[in-house]
């Protein structure tokens, strides 16, 4: 069962004829007595009781009733705009890219202290967009590239140095070794 009546299909969708507050058609059901006569919590025909929904009439309020299919979103049925949904209806379209592979991997494999820093940055980017600073998440994205790269950057040159730390190194033990002389 899902909650409001939200358009076709998705987390808001309403089952056809089906919803919290209605009841459903062949007897039985929450708050419906069946349709043989007498029983115990028997409502009475003339109205009221817990079963009984109020009539519809303005404003969606009630228990039962479902707002309007593009209107507000208040009430029971509907649903607060969500990831990519302004209120007015309209759409921010897809959010940025937030570059959390890359800076996963150039923490990994480069710089760990910048690679924080990358990750950090991305995981702001789908938080600003939820929240609708689309400005925020953009400049968070473009943050969190500049950190990968400049992790990926400083990992580069580290190997570089490594590897040129140890070409030094064994070129001096080969000069130091090829320089005694083997008389017997």
């Not at 991997?105 to 689309?134: R, Y």
Request: aromatic share 12%; proline share 10%.
């Amino acid at each position: 069962m899902s909650y409001g009546n939200q358009g076709d299909g998705g987390y808001g969708a309403q089952p056809p004829g089906g919803g919290y507050g209605q009841q459903p058609p062949s007897g039985g059901g929450y708050g419906q007595q069946p349709p043989s006569g007498g029983g115990y919590g028997q409502q009475p025909p003339s109205g009221g009781g817990y079963g009984q929904q109020p009539p519809s009439g303005g404003g969606y309020g009630g228990y039962g009733e479902q707002p309007p299919s593009g209107g507000g979103y208040g009430g029971y049925g509907g649903q607060p705009p969500g990831y990519g949904q302004q209120p007015g209806g309209g759409n921010y379209g897809t959010p940025p890219d937030n570059h959390l592979v890359p800076a996963i991997l150039t923490t990994l494999f480069c710089c760990l202290p910048l690679g924080i820093v990358s990750i950090v940055k991305s995981t702001q980017v789908n938080q600003k967009w939820q929240i609708g600073d689309m400005q925020g998440a953009m400049a968070a994205s473009e943050e969190a590239k500049t950190w990968w790269k400049r992790s990926l950057i400083a990992g580069i040159a580290l190997w570089v140095l490594i590897v040129v730390g140890y070409i030094v190194f064994f070129v001096l033990i080969a000069a130091s070794v090829s320089t005694y002389s083997y008389s017997y």
